[in-house]
C-alpha cells in the first residue's frame, strides 16, 4: 500500500477566527492567547465550563477540550475513570478524559482539516454545542460518584433515568 503525499504549500486558513465571531456573537468571556490558542467561559446549567481550543497548523487540526469547573479527588480517581468508561461507550463525537496533572474532568475531540477543508460556523457551534449537552448530561452521574460515594455502575445509572410523564 502506498501512501499519497500532497505537496500543497499550507493553507492560511485558521478555525480561531471562525471560533472568535462565534464567541463574541454569544457574549462569552474570552481570551486569545495568540493565533493558535483560544479559552472561553460558559455557564452551564450545573456549572461553568472552560472551552480551549487549539490550532496546529502544522497538523491542520484543531483540538477541544471542555473543562469542567471541578477537580477529581485523588481518592476518587479509580471510580472515575472507571465512570468515563461507561460514559464514553454512550458517545459518538468526543470522549470524557481526566487531565491526571490537574485531576481536572473534561469532553475532548480533535478535527483534523486537512486537504484544504475548512470549519464552517455550524461545525463548530455543532461541537461545542455537544460538548455542553453531553457534559450537562453527564454531570449527574459524575456527583453521584464524586460527592455521593456510588460506584461507577449505580452513578451512570442514576443518572440515565429517562423520566416519563408529569407530576
Known amino acids: 500500500m502506498s501512501i499519497l503525499v500532497n505537496e500543497a504549500t499550507p493553507t492560511t ?3 480561531l477566527d471562525i471560533i472568535e465571531q462565534i464567541v463574541s456573537a454569544n457574549e462569552w468571556p474570552f ?3 495568540d493565533d493558535d490558542e483560544m479559552n472561553v467561559g460558559v455557564e452551564g446549567s450545573w456549572t461553568r ?3 480551549w481550543f487549539a490550532w496546529r497548523p502544522d497538523q491542520q487540526a484543531l483540538q477541544f477540550s471542555c473543562a469542567f469547573d471541578l477537580k477529581v479527588p485523588h481518592d476518587k480517581t479509580q471510580v472515575m475513570h ?3 468508561a461507561l460514559m464514553n461507550e454512550k458517545m459518538w463525537l468526543g470522549h470524557f478524559d481526566i487531565w ?3 485531576g481536572l474532568l473534561m469532553f475532548r475531540h480533535a478535527q483534523l482539516f ?3 477543508a475548512t470549519a464552517t460556523s455550524e461545525q463548530i457551534e ?3 454545542e455537544v460538548a455542553l449537552r453531553e457534559s450537562e448530561r453527564f454531570y449527574p452521574a459524575i456527583q453521584f460518584a464524586i460527592w455521593g460515594g456510588k460506584s461507577a455502575a449505580e452513578s451512570i445509572a442514576a443518572a440515565m433515568l429517562e423520566t416519563e410523564g408529569e407530576a
Open 31 to 33: 481570551d486569545r492567547y
Open 126 to 128: 455543532e461541537l461545542v
Open 114 to 116: 486537512g486537504g484544504g
Open 13 to 15: 486558513f485558521n478555525p
Open 49 to 51: 465550563y472552560h472551552l
Open 100 to 102: 491526571a496533572q490537574e
Open 82 to 84: 472507571s465512570l468515563l
